[in-house]
């Protein structure tokens, strides 16, 4: 066999899905972890400098923020994992696979492992689906902020009207309903609007939203591809001599 012959059998012998599912999961991961954990930091400053004057007004957050951000060092080292996982199952449905070790069977042991990446994938995609809607608040929550920043811009010339525009960080639930002073209205809100932490904390967490939105979409085609997958293992096990574990 020559090199070109070698060459194209190995190539087409990869799992070209499941291999553009793991580049997306890893990129949509990178990003709603590494921007994700640094967004909740950013966050943490932004409430302590401009929503609260005292510890214990923030004190409940500060801790729902550190346990995130354990979370987030769990799910980046889960998915790079399962990852992997998934993409070596669709080396071992290849063409590639079965010239290489000969004729092909299929064994009971590897229609299970198939089944059970079809189940946790599907279940990952619905509990990701969760994760992508949560991760669009904080978004929703900055977005209202700029545009309340931006009217009060436009009625700058109005001192009485812009002072009526506040944003409560209480409402949204980041602190309780005594954190004083809890909120920001008119000039205030605008300055808080120009800093380095506002501009900074929004654009990580559009970033984290995108990642969200990336791995989801690479956990929707990992299902495509498990469930392919499952269909060439069950395919190839009638043509072969019997199931074996």
């Known amino acids: 066999m020559g090199c070109y012959e070698c ?19 890893f990129s949509g991961i990178a990003l709603f972890c590494g921007c994700g954990h640094q967004a909740l930091t950013e966050t ?17 957050l ?20 399962y990852c992997i996982a998934l993409l070596a199952e669709g ?25 059970t990446f079809i ?12 994760v992508f809607a949560l ?11 700029a545009t309340t920043c931006r009217t009060i811009d436009v009625l700058s010339e109005t001192p009485s009207s812009i002072n009526q525009l506040c944003v409560d960080a209480r ?9 004083v002073p809890g909120k920001a209205c008119g000039m205030t809100l605008s300055n808080v609007c120009k800093t380095r932490e506002f501009f900074l904390t929004y654009d990580l967490y559009i970033a984290a939203f995108a990642g969200a939105g990336i791995t989801l979409l690479a956990l929707l ?8 997958n499952f269909a060439v293992l069950r395919y190839l096990g009638r043509k072969g001599l019997g199931p074996r574990c």
């Open 7 to 25: 060459c194209m059998r190995c190539l087409g012998g990869v799992p070209y899905i499941s291999l553009v599912a793991t580049l997306l999961c």
């Open 44 to 60: 943490e400053r932004l409430i302590e400098n401009y929503f609260a004057r005292n510890l214990q007004d923030y004190i409940t």
């Open 62 to 81: 500060a801790y729902l923020i550190e346990y995130f951000q354990y979370i987030i060092y769990g799910l980046a080292t889960f998915f790079f994992l």
């Open 91 to 115: 080396f071992y449905t290849t063409s590639a696979a079965r010239q290489t070790f000969g004729e092909f069977r299929s064994t009971v042991c590897g229609r299970c492992l198939s089944t």
């Open 119 to 130: 189940v946790i994938t599907y279940f990952l995609a619905v509990v990701w689906l969760l």
């Open 135 to 145: 991760s669009a608040l904080p978004v929703y929550f900055f977005y209202n902020m």
């Open 171 to 179: 409402q949204y639930g980041l602190l309780p309903w005594n954190a």
């Open 221 to 228: 085609t990992y299902v495509v591809s498990t469930t392919y």
